[in-house]
């Protein structure tokens, strides 16, 4: 019988270590917690060791295609796939960010759609029957959604789009903030909350995808949204401690064996939010 294996992108803290934490407890495989800093990487390990847990660490940074193609040998090799992935690694300016609205549109859409969608892509192929993979979106995408022209809306919102569609839309999106005039082209003024909503809508169009091409693997794969979560990317004012804000991604994760649903929807408090 082959070790399953669950792999966490980004979690060398934050919403991240505590979804190592929990599925180190849950998950019966090896766990790796994954960070583009080795160091950091191996402290989080370290302090969950302290704690009784045993996770593995693996170095990955998903903004360097060359780490993704890497890592994704790695565990091929080592466990002839994967069993879960949660795509938890992002970045996020803060509201009281200096950094001009231009470069923000360009490092938050680089990582947060550009760098997922190249861990879906080299990441999909090795993921096994029956299994499961959550990427970790954003409340702020649906709200961003609802603040998007009527035309952008209705793409992001259609059955029909596709991969290369959306791509094209987040680069429009990158491309329209560079000459200041993203507004002018039905996009809301948050970086963040453009790259959740593309995330968002990835995670629709990837699963509508496995279930053509693969309608017997019963793999299900979700966007979620942890909550409002302390941590160094909001503020001590939000409303949920990480452990916490673990909890929907990790019931996605661990979603048991048989299970149809929910599949390709986003996933707030364990529950499917409209979109």
Known sequence: MSVKVAVVTGSNKGIGLAIVRALCKKFKGDVYLMSRDVGRGEEAVKSLSSEGLNPKFHQLDINDVNSIIAAAAFFKEKYGGVDVLVNNAGVFCKVADTTPFATQAEVTLKTNFFGTRDMLTHFLPLIKAGGRVVNVSSFVGSRTLNNCSPDLQQRFRSED????????????????AQKGKHKDDGWPETAYGVSKTGLTTLSMIRARRLSKERPNDGILLNACCPGWVRTDMTSDKATKSPDEGA???VYLALLPAGATEPHGKFVSDKQVKPW
């Open 161 to 176: 789009i596709t991969e290369d569609e959306l791509a094209g839309l987040m680069q429009r999106f990158v491309d329209t």
């Open 247 to 249: 909890i929907t991604p």
